[in-house]
């Protein structure tokens, strides 16, 4: 299957695995360059440049086709090394960077000098075309079902993306809600090039995460997330647990009082104790509503080539034979 995103990317199939803290580690990005999509490294779960550097060589040692990583821009009082963390990208060969939070413009000229594609996740059409215009070449257009952060507008994809597609003239794939081969197919049909996975990736045998994680999504139904921190306007959908009831609670007593300090607990680096050692009511953690179509433990490249042969036949017998 060939789209404007498998060409751009140089990769066999337009799946994209997406950046998740923790999860997005060197054994998961080449399974899934192995098999033919994009695997992300997660580059602040890393932190430093000195050990972003040697998990893109790990990753280097384990495939020789294209991966990327995801470079989050958020507000700090400590930012990370921001310049130290491109420059190892640079340096380790790495030809695609997924972007996320704040506006990544003040970058892109060392990326695109180092001929790096750039793919910036938004979630509204308004975002995406700000991304276009200061010179990213994709975006991944994130809908309000995914884990992690939605953004405030609450659009789901079946509108977020027929109205990207009107927008846009740089290639898009879609992101949250995405899980197998109708995934694929529905995405194209409204518009995009490809569809980036976050949650359906940790189900898989080479997530390097405790398997209490994976059994905890695949228990979970489409109805076993939750928003948290709405009223910081730094809404995240994550998965119901007792820190998060904890959370909610804080959230409806304290109301507009509510400060982040408030829910440090609930929120604050809690991911190496959920993703290394299984606790899973240590905090509040990302999981999309996809935890409702997420059954099985495939390895990674069975997942692709189910997702794939399920869009052949879908596009081939099913909607031909309409």
Known sequence: MKTRITEMLGIEHPIIQGGMHHVGLAELAAAVSNAGGLGIITGLTQGTPEKLANEIA?????????????????????????PGLIQVIIDGGVKVVETAGNNPAKWLPILKENGIKVIHKCTSVRHALKAESIGCDAVSVDGF???????EDDVPNFILLPRAADELTIPFVSSGGMADGRSLVASLAMGAEGMNMGTRFIVTEEAPVHENVKQAIINA??????LVMRSLRNTERVLNNPAVERLLEKEATLGADLK????????AGVYPKIMK???????????GM???LIHDKPTVKKLIDDIMAEADAIINQRLKGL
């Open 58 to 82: 790990r990753c280097h040692k384990m495939t020789d086709k294209p991966f990327g990583v995801n470079l989050t821009f958020l507000p700090s009082l400590t930012p990370p090394d921001y």
């Open 145 to 151: 079902e995914c884990g992690g952060h939605p953004g």
């Open 221 to 226: 139904s489409e109805l076993d997330t939750r």
């Open 260 to 267: 982040f300090e408030d829910i440090v607990e609930e929120v």
């Open 277 to 287: 050692t299984g606790d899973m009511d240590a905090g509040a953690w990302s999981c």
């Open 290 to 292: 996809v935890a409702g």
